[in-house]
């Protein structure tokens, strides 16, 4: 099985004081999930394990980082990689939930 980071140049466009960084919002957080819960409103119990863009892009200031667990980072990248793949679809193509029903064959115009 294959690295999260396979074939991604997002490693190479972290900043260079990227481990002082995440280890700072990490401590911020006191270690712990700040994924908000839709059930309860409270925020995850789980022990934070990685420092996530809150809006996704190169945005490295501190108000843009926040600490999940491994399971909500994974929900959230999920998510995002999901909008970001439904934006650069074209509206009506192949994909897309906004394009023209087929006509019936038998329809004559």
């Given at each position: 099985?294959?690295?999260?980071?396979?074939?991604?140049?997002?490693?190479?466009?972290?900043?260079?004081?990227?481990?002082?960084?995440?280890?700072?919002?990490?401590?911020?957080?006191?270690?712990?999930c700040?994924?908000?819960?839709?059930?309860?409103?409270?925020?995850?119990?789980?022990?934070?394990?990685?420092?996530?863009?809150?809006?996704?892009?190169?945005?490295?200031?501190?108000?843009?980082?926040?600490?999940?667990?491994?399971?909500?980072?994974?929900?959230?990248?999920?998510?995002?990689?999901?909008?970001?793949?439904?934006?650069?679809?074209?509206?009506?193509?192949?994909?897309?939930?906004?394009?023209?029903?087929?006509?019936?064959?038998?329809y004559?115009?």
């Amino acid at each position: 099985m294959g690295q999260a980071w396979e074939g991604s140049d997002r490693r190479a466009r972290l900043p260079r004081n990227w481990v002082t960084l995440r280890r700072s919002i990490m401590q911020r957080a006191g270690w712990q999930c700040e994924w908000m819960r839709a059930d309860t409103g409270q925020r995850c119990p789980e022990v934070a394990s990685d420092c996530d863009h809150v809006i996704p892009g190169d945005d490295h200031s501190p108000s843009n980082l926040q600490a999940l667990c491994s399971y909500h980072h994974g929900v959230k990248s999920g998510r995002d990689g999901g909008l970001a793949a439904a934006a650069g679809r074209k509206p009506g193509g192949r994909y897309s939930r906004l394009r023209k029903p087929p006509e019936h064959p038998g329809y004559v115009a």
